[in-house]
């Protein structure tokens, strides 16, 4: 299969409210009332890790199929831990990025516990968000200004 290139456009709605487009689905982002917002969306680092979620269940049902068992059900938590001072500009002491992102899996499955394991290897490895949490990803960041009359 040739590369897929996935793409969001969006706006801003306020200082802290964003509304993107993905394909013919609406996403809006906004940040709680501690950090500005108005708390009427998740915030852009709850979307990454709902992201890291949403593909881990994805791949999960993936390999449970090539490994030829039933996965009936996958509960998937994720929490991070951010501090906050780089991206209020308070200090850059601390990366911006998270800490470190803690993920527990809870898969149903009547599976012996050698090949839940090897189902665990394999969904991390071919998972796409956790490979960009992982590696560095080429970022360029352009500017077009839009001029107003």
Request: with cysteine; hydrophobic share 40%.
């Amino acid at each position: 299969m040739s590369d897929l290139t996935f793409s969001v456009q969006g706006q801003s709605n306020s200082a802290t409210k964003f509304t993107a487009k993905a394909r013919q689905f609406s996403l809006v982002i906004d940040e709680p009332e501690a950090l500005g917002g108005k708390d009427e969306a998740a915030n852009p680092v709850e979307f990454i890790l709902a992201g890291l979620a949403g593909c881990l269940n994805v791949v999960g049902h993936l390999v449970a199929k090539e490994l030829q068992f039933e996965l009936k059900q996958l509960d998937i938590e994720i929490s991070g831990e951010i501090n906050p001072n780089r991206f209020l500009g308070i200090s850059k002491d601390e990366r911006a990025g998270f800490k470190s992102i803690n993920v527990l899996l809870k898969p149903q499955a009547t599976i012996d516990d050698v090949t839940l394991e090897k189902w665990l290897d394999i969904v991390q490895e071919r998972c796409p968000v956790k490979d960009n949490l992982l590696n560095q990803t080429p970022l360029k960041l352009k500017l077009e200004q839009l001029i107003y009359n």
